[in-house]
Structure formats: C-alpha cells, structure tokens
DNA sequence: ATTTCATGTCATTTA
DNA sequence: CCTAAATGACATGAA
C-alpha cells in the first residue's frame, strides 16, 4: 500500500516533470509501474490453467502449454517458429538437444522473470537458452553465474549457518529446485556457494534460496539492451541478501516469511519497478518495491519513480525490485512502451552503446575521463544537443526520464547520460539548475573557477542525472545487490592494498583536510578513485551483471562524494561509511550518500553532517580525509590508525564517524528490509487470496461432482433396489454405517460439508426403499 | 500549525 | 569478552 502510494506519487511526480520539460506539449503520459507485472502474472496464471494457451512445445515427448506471444517475446527461436506458423493449434517439437529440465526453467523464466536453477542443471538450462535463444540469459546471466559457479575461488564464502537454515527452512514456498539449489550451494559448494556476503552469493544464493531469478539480475539488463530488468533481480537479491547475511534479520524475515517474502518480493517488486522493461517486454514487477521493492530505499523513491520502479521491478521479472533499470535498458524500455518514442530510444541507446564503449576504452568508466569530461562540457554548452539527442526524451513519459538517466547515469563519466541528463536537468529543474549557475557566478572571483566549474558541473550532472535517472534506486537496491557482490566476488580487491593507502594518504589527507581549494582538485580523491579503478579494473566489474552500471553510480556517487568533500573541505561522506571495504565494496558509498538527493548543497542532515564531519577532521588536524575512515575495511582502518599517531581525541573523533556512519548505513537497509517485507508480506497476502480463490473454486467444482456421482448413485440403487428383490436382512447390512458403501449415501457425509441437504432426498429414498444400497456389487 | 515522511543517531540486542 | 550488524526508539528537517 505504502509503496503503492509512493509509486504513484512518483508518477505523478515524474507527469508534472515532463510537463515542466515540455511546456509547449500538452501531452503527457502516465506509466503504471504495476502494469507490466500484472499482465505477466495474468499471463503465467493464464498458462497455468491453460487458458487462451496457443502453442504446444514437446520437449522429450512432454507437452508444455504456452502463449506464442509470450514464448516469442523471449526467445529467437520461438519467433523464428511462431512466425512461420500462423494457424491455430500450433505444435513445436524442440530439438533433442533441448531437455525437460533445461526448458522448464525457461519456461517458467518466460513468464516470471525468475529463473530456478541449481547447479546441477544450470548447464543444461543455458544450453537452453542457447539453443532456443533466450534473450538476455546467456552473456548477463550464465556468462557470469557460471565462472562463478565452478570456479572453486569463490568457494571461500561461506553462508552463514543461519542463513543455511532460514534457506532450507523458511522456504516453505521456495520449489524443490529452489531448495536442491540451496542444497547444492550451501552444503555442496561452499566454493561456489554465493556466500550471503558475496556477491555471488546473492546471485546463487538467493536465486536459489528464493527461487528469485538470477538471471534476471545477471541479465543485467544494463549491459544489454536486451537485459532483463536485472534490476528486479538484484533487488530481489538484495532483499535476499539481506535475509541471508543478516542473523538478526532472522526475526523479522520468520515474521515475514522470508523466504516466500523474497520471492513475493521479486514479483512484486519487480512489477512496480518495472519500469525497467526488458526486450521481453515483461518489467513486470515482482516486489513492490517492492523492489521488490517497492523501493526499498526511501531515497532512491523519493528521487524519482525510477528509483520507485527499482524496487518493484523485482519480482516477477525483475521488476523487480529493482528500481534501477540499467541505462541501456531504459532505452528499450521506452521503445517497448511507447512505440513513438522508438526512435528516439533507439538513439538513446546508441548513445549509451557509445557511452559504454568508450567506458570500456577507458577502462571501466567509471572515473571521469576525457571523454566524459567532454561530453559534460558540451551538453552544458550546447542544450541544443541534449534536445536532439536524448533530451528528447523529457517531452515523453516521465519514466522515461528515469530511463535516460540510467543511461547516462554516469554522471560523471558518462559521456551519454551526461547528454540526456543535462538536457532534461537544465530544462526542468530549476532547483538544480539555478543554483548551480548562482553558484557558478559566486565562485567566479575565485581562484581554479574553472576547476571549481567543472566539478560542479559534473557533481550537478552526477546528481542530477542519477536523480533523474534513477540512479538512487538502484543506488538502494543495485548498490546493495552490487556491494555484495563486489564484496563477494571480489572481496580481495575490496580492501586497497596498504600500500595503496600508504601512497594516497599523503596526498589526499593533509592536502583535503588544510585546504579547500586543494579539495578542490580532483586529485583529493585520488586515493579513493585509485582504489575504486583497481576494484574496478581487476575485478571487472563490468562484467557483472549486477555490478554493471554501477560503477557509473558509484563514481557519481563517489564523484559527488568527493565533490561534497571538496566543497566543504575534506570532506566525507557519511555515505562511504559502507564502504568499509571488507565488508562492503565501495559501491555502498553511493547507497548511502547517493541517495540523498540534495546535490547541491548540504541541505540533507548527510550532508550536513559530512559538512562537520570535515570542519572537525580540520580542526582536528586529522592527517587523513574523512573519507578514509568511512571507505576502508576494518583491518586497513586499523592499520592507519597505527600508523597515524592520534590524539584521543582524535581517535575518538575518527571512531565515533566511522560507528555513526556504518549505523547509518545499518538503519537504511534496515528500513528497506522492513518495506521490503512489508512488501512482499502485501504480496504475500495477494498471492494467498489468489490461491484461496482458486481452492474454493476448485472445491465448488469437486462438490458438483461428487453431488452428480452421488444422484447417479442413488439413482442406480433405486434401481437396483426395485429391480432386485433384496431380503430386508441384506438392505439392512447395506445401509449399515459399517458398510463402506453406506458412506456413498450418508446424508451427513463428513467428507461433503455443505451436501447434507441435496442429499438428503437421497437418504431418504433410500431409507423409503427400505433400505439403502444395492450394490450388489 | 500539524502531519507525514525520510533520515540520522543512539541504545540495545544478537550472533 | 569483543565486534559488527540489526533494530527499536527518538530527534530533526523538509514537504
């Protein structure tokens, strides 16, 4: 409900924003988040009972009843076959390679959005896919579960042991393959086992434990145009995650049903977030944001509906929980929404292609390069080329605009969303845009104006673009999914090597904490963005499904991070706090700080308080940025304590930050988990007043039945009855309740509550005949 | 002026 | 016993 109403507020946020956008259009469009979702679930409910079912597909003589649209939709090879048969009735053998317990998944992926998988028969699945070519699975899904499924490096997670129970058991809901996976990651591979902290984790895992769909959230819709809401999943897994890693998360997720919640979540989610529309076409949204949640993070929805969609997008198909839909998804989206925006998604993806590439030129792109540089500079001078571009974007569907900025949510390093974003930002918010120019203009006597311009500007565009985009949703859902897996996955490159730290110390620290203008230079963030481009490049984010996009995010997070630190002096956010990196990949940074939508100013509590935090490590003379004790794990904290010769109060100062920080970033995935839960507990309650429904349906029919079986047997006992001339010492043993067949005819049949009264004649015909049952048997 | 929401912080509990 | 995470409760600011 909650979620409900915030989604619509967004939409109506997101209409009168494209209306601002546009004044001169008089046409507006409304979203429903839900809508998608919905339809999807009709669909799968439609399949279920066969209903309005135009295709059967014979896997190993086994018949699957499906919708030719749907399995079109998915699947190249299904459209190849649907395309050249038009006629009803269509029946399609799949080649022998296709096995049962490859399609079955699939199948059911088609039409949730969820992919359940074990590791026995993941191989197989993706052989699948391959086969009938499932958009989106193969390269963001198997490309990136798979290595880190086999690989015996990512053996080290380890689940922890109540996660391993709450799995097993709290899934009353979770299928046997959900459970077998479970199985088969905790107890059988502790290597691959997607340990609840590790990303992989999440992905295995809680694909497994909640029969969430991985895939989905490999898909990675980002990556790919085709990507299926990944968004969805990762929210969901996010969700899942958290039940997973968090011990005490057992209370609530046991009240919540946990396990069914994730799944309820995913769906739900999912749908709401569905923004994110897949080439499948099926955003639907499993979480509510239900993103799943519903957006789970109150910052990312409170930006904008994208952020609403993250967490909804989960479920059913990566709704999704995820608000977030990845940058290139958002392209197709739009175009699978409004056919007349097409083109113009077209071009937006072409222009986040472009934007990816020359990321990958660049090496991960995530921190700003010269392209990127470029490319904001230019969208600011020439507007022009956002409207053109993607600004065209603005005049349409306000989701759209979420979409774009998740295009070009780099921020600072995206050369594309800088273009779209910027467009719809200049035009449309002025909040932003004028201060940023007063802003501008007040810094111009000053000295490195220039400097100072420009990191405003990509700070602004950061900001902005990540607001308009989105980015805050996934920020919530994505950055948590990502964090994990990052932390996961790549936990050794998590935590910077000393020797990392040891060089940017000097740099960053004295050099922030003394002098703004010195804060000013990018460099200050040196240590921080070397860190983030040694994640980045060795553990190759970029192929991460989940973590794919958010390096963008967490640049512009980290960007704006560092700008806000700039603008105050050394400044750290409170934000980074996650980011110790052992325990978190830095990608927590922008989750926390990220979202707090104010970017211009310290207008948030957040900022505000990293506003202090600075002023205090200033005059505290810390010999090191504020952002250090937020970033680094807790052996590598420690480790610069030691080497840092503190006062106590220093010490105190640095600790205190660092425990308010990490609660902070406690509170905020406490909170989404409790949406979350309340979320998939709405979700939960849909789905069992659906079954409810069904089972009184199906009870009505069984009673109708049993009532004919009944007349047609009291009927043939009259018959038999006046036909055959029973002794009286034989109706009586007929009509004995110790009869078996008196039960046939017992008005009071415990078996048929509700009978009693139709058959009541019967009872009494028979009693009348002086008896009861023949059957002669 | 009041209410609601989002967020940060503290205290406590739990693993 | 210590630590980190989770969570309830409270405070604060913004809309």
Known sequence: MVSTRRRINRCQMSVSMSSLESPRSSAFTFESLVHSCHVLRCLDDQRRRDQLCDITVVVEGKSFRAHRSVLASCSKYFTHKVSSHAGPGLVITLPQEVTVSGFKPLLQFAYTSKLLFTKDNVMEIRHCASILGFRDLDSACFDFLLPKFFSSSTSSFQRKTCCKIRCRRQSPRAELSVIDANKDVIDNDKGVRVVSDSPVEQDVGGASCQSSQPTNGATGCRSETHALLPEVNIQSDAQTDYSMRCPKSCKFQLACGKDSVCLEVCNQEATHDSPVVTEEGCPFPQSRSRSCLPCSSSRGCKEGPAVEIIGENSSHYAQTQTNQAGHGEVGERKGEEDGENVDKHERVGEVEEKRREAEKASGVGCFRSPLLEVSSVSCEQSPGLDEGTVGTASHRCPLE????????????????????????????????????????????????EEERREMDRDKEQGEDERRESGWEERSSMETEVAEHLAHGLWSDLSSPPPSLLQDSLPETGPENIQGSSSTLNPRSMSPK????????????????????????GM????????????????????????????????????????????SDGFDTEGDSESCSYSQKARELQLPFPVVQILALSKNDFQLMLKHQTLTREQLDFVHDVRRRSKNRSAAQRCRKRKLDCIHNLECEIDRLRTEKDQL?????????????????????????????????????????????????????????????GPLQPLASLSACSSASEPLES
């Open 529 to 552: 963005l070397d860190w983030l481009n040694q994640l980045h490049l060795t553990s190759s984010t970029g192929d991460c499904p989940f973590l794919h996009g958010l390096d963008r």
């Open 401 to 448: 605009e979420p979409g774009l900025g998740h295009q070009s949510p780099g921020g600072v390093g995206e050369g594309g969303c800088v273009l779209g974003g910027r467009g719809l930002h200049e035009g449309l918010d002025p909040a932003v845009s004028i201060p940023r120019q007063q802003k501008t203009e007040q810094e111009q006597g000053g000295r490195g």
């Open 555 to 598: 640049d512009s997070g980290t960007d704006r991070e560092m700008d806000r630190g700039t603008g105050s002096g050394d400044a750290q956010l409170p934000g980074c706090e996650g980011s110790s990196q052992s325990e978190k990949s830095p990608c927590v940074s922008s989750l926390t700080s990220g979202d707090d939508g104010d």
């Open 696 to 756: 009184m349906a199906e009870r009505t029919n069984l009673i109708q039945m049993k009532l004919k079986t009944w007349q047609s047997v009291s009927e043939l006992c009259q018959r038999v009855c006046s036909e055959s001339a029973l002794s009286p010492e034989q109706l009586q043993v007929l009509a004995s309740p110790y009869c078996p067949l008196s039960a046939l005819i017992s008005p009071t049949d415990p078996a048929s509550p509700g009978l009693g």
